[in-house]
């Protein structure tokens, strides 16, 4: 059964000026704990609107990688996967990932799932969400490691290319 709409519009415009101003404190600070800090409400409230089993999946997903996240970040864990399992890309979910640190994985796994989301969704207010989501993930990618999220940025466009090349 579809989700109550009454007040989704304002909680999407309210969730979309929090997430803006934890991504700019974020950058203030080059911190990407505030904005995953930030992004929590948002996530909550995908899960809550999600209603397919694939959608409902991947925002249950999303909010453990952030929690997974949040712990490897407060006890500063990171682990080179690549190096780890020798390899320099993974098949995840219909795309080829670029592997690196795990801290780096985390918020890559996100932004592919917040496509995953916009893809699989009818609503309008989930797409949205998963926009913010997409947007806030790039952030953190970004704080994280500048040089992977220039190499994941080229490859998300090539991956774009690829795609538009079969229509």
């Keep these: 059964m579809a989700k109550p709409t009454k007040y989704a519009t304002p909680i999407c415009l309210g969730l979309s000026i929090v997430a803006v101003i934890g991504i700019l404190i974020s950058l203030f600070y080059y911190s990407p704990l505030i904005a995953i800090l930030f992004l929590i409400p948002t996530v909550a409230y ?3 609107r999600t209603e397919g089993a694939s959608t409902k999946t991947s925002s249950i997903i999303i ?3 952030l929690f997974f996240e949040l712990i490897l970040i407060i006890f500063n864990i990171d682990i080179d996967i690549a190096e780890f399992l020798g390899q320099e890309s993974r098949y995840i979910a219909g795309y080829e990932v670029p592997l690196g640190t795990l801290t780096v994985i985390g918020p890559t796994v996100m932004a592919i ?3 995953i989301l916009f893809i699989r969704t009818r609503g309008r207010y989930t797409k949205w969400l998963s ?4 947007v806030t993930s790039f952030v953190i990618i970004y704080e994280l490691n500048p040089e992977s999220f220039k190499e994941l940025f080229k490859y998300g466009i090539q991956e774009l290319l690829d795609r538009f090349a079969y229509i």
């Design 131 to 134: 926009v913010i989501i997409f």
């Design 46 to 48: 995908e899960i809550y």
């Design 63 to 65: 909010a453990f990688v």
């Design 113 to 115: 799932l917040s496509v």
